[in-house]
């Protein structure tokens, strides 16, 4: 009722175990690793990029971020003899992956770069193909898949 309050108990069952969760340290022995090497991720969704930066610096990697194609551009022309690789978005605003794919690739026609999209059209991914890709990853991507497609593309593996 208007201006009485109202109380909620929320009751959570107790596990099967007392012990407090601790983060499975074999699954994360298990992900391929990174030794130092810079990665241009390039995402306009800020959650996305927080989280792959996290993922990849906790996994051994540099990286550096780019919220547009157009700021990736700029970033890899200062930078290229250092970026080793880029992940890049493929639909954003001010440059979209596909003409920031190109631009690089102007730039440094070895770029290794790998597409992420949720929108899989078949027109688009054609067009991100075509432009160059060393390999995609469909969003949503989870840390593994990550982990595995950027040790893939850095080791020459398709």
């Not at 390039?42 to 792959?52: C, G, K, M, N, T």
Request: hydrophobic fraction near 40%.
């Amino acid at each position: 009722e208007p201006k009485k309050g109202s109380i909620f108990r929320v009751y959570f069952p107790i596990g099967s175990s007392s012990v407090p969760y601790k983060e499975n340290v074999e699954t994360t022995e298990s992900h391929p690793r990174g030794n130092g090497q810079l990665v241009l991720v390039v995402d306009d969704e800020d959650a996305i990029l927080a989280i792959a930066k996290h993922t990849l610096e906790r996994f051994g990697y540099k990286v550096l971020t780019a919220t547009n194609g157009a700021e990736a551009v700029a970033i890899y022309a200062m930078k290229k003899d250092k970026i080793e690789l880029i992940l890049t978005d493929m639909a954003m605003p001010v440059m979209d992956g596909p003409s920031a794919i190109l631009a690089i690739k102007a730039i440094d026609p070895k770029a290794n770069i790998i597409g992420s999209s949720g929108l899989t059209s078949r027109g688009g991914l054609s067009k991100a193909l075509g432009a160059g890709l060393s390999h995609f990853i469909s969003k949503p991507y989870a840390a593994d898949m990550l982990l595995k497609t950027c040790h893939k593309a850095l080791n020459g593996k398709i």
